[in-house]
């Protein structure tokens, strides 16, 4: 079965070349309209996840990646087109997204833990293996503020991590702490796989499309310009985005 | 293709614990490190009543219960004023969560309220206490909470309407907050609403604030409850706010992430 499905989907934003967004420059737009600028984000995309299956996504900055993933999460509706999603699913678009400086680490486990679907009661219940995993358990009772930016996105890491349900949609949050931390990321990635998650991932990294993923798309021009196994795809990214000789 | 179709399964989500968290945070966050804490969002009104009472206790030396009348109407309209302030930007607040993550957003708007109605709740049970040389019936304070009731509806109502609308046009905030400082002194707060000519009193009613004030106050303090009909006209007037709120809010909602 598949987990996702999209068919023609489009995505365009409507970008005005000086902003109104006054109820005064509303009026005043009937009678004096502004032009505007159609960026055609998406344009046609289809794509099939298998439930288990992990969907790598490659393509140049700008190019309709991060827009994709939204729709597909339910953050943004398309124009047009169909999309399908069967199972539950966690976006993990930033990492850290919705921290309080001024609250603890615990607080922020459990503020950010509901926000990403977790009752209160399994989040008060996944404080001690977060703090464990990111290996801040001395610093619990610590305003974030006062974490170092490492910190933080270890913290983000686990809570995220803990937060999966049966799909998990990643943009771009591999790249965290130091090489130790990242080794148990992926090992804990791995488990996420082999426990039957399915994934779509988001990456410029070459090397974990090939490593991670059984599928990836390249995305250009806001259409599907290739479609393959994970190690083909990123060559082809490599190949786009390889400089021109002078 | 000209279909457009999203069927993805509801999220599953704890919403009670998620707006306990949202509610516990925000108040956190509020009074976090501040000399007075929660007591600062006491003192606002209070002191803007102390004022009140010494200025106008003498403009109208002879309305009847003219100082309880006063601290009910203050308290009530507090929480209107505030509320719906926090509600017109809640969306825009909290911008970094809802472009990011499937958090139903409709929760954010309820939530931003909960600051302004942790302060009416203490202020009811002060009011209800400041009538107590002469004891309100239960089945006035029993109606008081019914018009509590009315009134987070009518506040909702605004909420949801006012913070979609804010996204697309961001002065929709100073619009509310001039028609709230001129509705302060159209509502029958500071000056016994028998001082103006019959006729004006309809208009009078048609701001949501002064039903569910005047009501109070007749419920509390009088003791002589409004009529059935006229309940009737409060009960459409709050859950009509309520409805038209929701609907539009619902209009505006699947572009909510792109406005912000």
Redesign the interface.
């Known amino acids: 079965m598949n987990a996702i499905e999209a068919?023609?989907v489009?995505k365009a934003?409507e970008i005005p070349h000086a902003s109104r967004?006054?109820?005064?420059?509303?009026l005043l737009g009937y009678f004096r309209p502004l032009p505007r600028e159609r960026l055609q984000v998406l344009d046609?995309v289809s794509l099939e996840v298998r439930q288990g299956e992990a969907l790598g996504i490659m393509g140049r900055n700008g190019c309709g990646k991060s827009t994709l993933l939204?729709?597909l999460?339910?953050?943004?509706?398309?124009?047009?087109?169909?999309?399908?999603?069967?199972?539950?699913?966690t976006?993990v678009?930033?990492l850290g997204?919705?921290w309080?400086p001024?609250?603890d680490a615990v607080?922020n486990i459990?503020?950010l833990g509901?926000?990403?679907?977790?009752?209160?009661?399994?989040?008060r219940a996944a404080v001690d293996r977060v703090l464990d995993f990111a290996e801040l358990s001395r610093f619990a009772n610590l305003e974030l503020k006062h974490y170092s930016s490492g910190m933080a996105s270890r913290l983000a890491y686990a809570v995220a991590f803990l937060s999966v349900?049966e799909t998990l949609i990643l943009d771009e949050i591999f790249a965290v702490g130091d090489a130790g931390f990242r080794a148990r990321c992926e090992e804990h990635f791995r488990k996420l796989r082999a426990a039957g998650h399915t994934v779509v991932l988001v990456s410029h990294t070459a090397d974990y499309v090939e490593r991670f993923c059984d599928r990836a798309l390249l995305i250009e021009g806001g259409k599907v310009a290739r479609e393959g196994g994970g190690a083909e795809v990123a060559r082809a990214y490599l190949e786009l985005t390889r400089p021109a000789a002078p | 293709m000209a279909t457009l179709a999203l069927t993805a399964p509801p999220p599953r989500l704890d919403a009670r614990g998620l707006i306990w968290t949202l509610v516990r945070t925000d108040f956190k966050v509020r009074y976090h490190r501040t000399w007075l804490g929660f007591l600062w969002a006491l003192l606002k009104p209070i002191s803007l009543l102390l004022v009140l009472l010494t200025v106008f206790s003498s403009v109208f030396p002879g309305a009847p219960n003219f100082r309880l009348n006063l601290v009910l109407s203050l308290f009530l309209w507090d929480f209107f004023a505030e509320s719906t302030k926090s509600g017109v930007i809640s969306l825009h607040q909290k911008g970094y969560l809802i472009t990011k993550t499937r958090l139903p957003r409709w929760i954010v708007v309820v939530t931003s309220i909960s600051n302004p109605l942790i302060t009416l709740g203490v202020y009811s049970v002060l009011a209800i206490l400041c009538v107590a040389g002469r004891p309100p019936s239960l089945g006035g304070v029993l109606l008081f909470g019914v018009y509590l009731v009315h009134l987070c509806a009518i506040v909702i109502g605004i909420s949801l309407a006012a913070s979609v609308l804010f996204l697309r046009w961001r002065d929709v905030n100073q619009i509310w907050e001039v028609i709230t400082s001129a509705g302060f002194f159209i509502t029958p707060i500071v000056f016994p609403i028998g001082v103006l000519p019959e006729r004006y009193h309809f208009l009078l009613y048609c701001w949501p604030p002064t039903p569910i004030i005047m009501f109070s106050r007749a419920a509390l303090i009088d003791g002589a409850p409004a009529t059935l009909r006229a309940h009737l006209c409060l009960a459409a007037m709050a859950f009509g706010i309520l409805g038209a709120g929701i609907l539009l809010y619902r209009r505006h909602a699947p572009r909510i992430a792109e406005h912000l």
Do not use: C, Q
């Not at chain 1, 509901?114 to 989040?123: D, F, K, P, Q, R």
């Open positions: 068919e023609g489009t934003f967004r006054t109820v005064r420059g509303a046609g939204k729709i999460s339910g953050i943004y509706a398309a124009d047009a087109g169909a999309v399908r999603v069967r199972t539950h699913v976006p678009l930033e997204v919705g309080n001024e609250l607080d459990l503020l509901t926000v990403m679907g977790l009752s209160l009661a399994e989040a349900r």
